[in-house]
């Protein structure tokens, strides 16, 4: 399930520093 990081299916939790500050 891709949890609309845009990364290999990490947690977006552990990639907020990408682009999904918007979700944190």
Do not use: T
């Not at 990364?7 to 682009?19: C, E, L, M, R």
């Amino acid at each position: 399930k891709d949890n609309g990081n845009g990364d290999n299916g990490v947690p977006q939790s552990k990639k907020v520093n990408k682009k999904d500050k918007r979700k944190n």
